[in-house]
């Protein structure tokens, strides 16, 4: 099973971008999606994921400005982030946890793609 971001830039503070990750390989479905990011010199933290449409959770500092969606078909997860902030900087990962067989679940994680906000 690989994951791998995509969609990560250079913007200015304001703008938007699309992040998109598609979970591919040998596997029996995907359960929960997830986007987390890591900034220079901090811990990893979660922005935003998703069990299903009607059921998703937000960073406090992101919420009314990221969207959190997947793509069931095609085993993706998107975020969706506008008005971005030079606090939005960092390194974003997906991650996913993964039903390897009707029984086993793993979680995986994508490599990461940088998002740079300039003020």
């Known amino acids: 099973v690989q994951l791998q971001a995509y969609g990560g830039g250079l913007v200015q503070a304001g703008e938007s971008l699309r992040l998109s990750c598609p979970v591919s390989?040998?596997?029996?479905?995907?359960?929960?999606m997830g986007w987390y990011r890591q900034a220079p010199g901090k811990e990893r933290e979660l922005v935003a994921r998703?069990?299903?449409?009607?059921?998703?959770n937000y960073a406090d500092s992101v919420k009314g400005r990221f969207t959190i969606s997947r793509d069931n078909a095609n085993d993706t997860v998107y975020l969706q982030m506008n008005s971005l902030k030079p606090e939005d900087t960092g390194v974003y990962y997906c991650?996913?946890?993964?039903?390897?067989?009707?029984?086993?679940?793993?979680?995986?994680w994508g490599q990461g793609t940088q998002v740079t906000v300039s003020s």
């Open positions: 998703i069990f299903s449409a009607d059921n998703t």
């Open positions: 390989g040998s596997f029996f479905s995907v359960a929960v």
């Open positions: 991650n996913a946890a993964v039903l390897t067989t009707a029984s086993a679940l793993r979680v995986y």
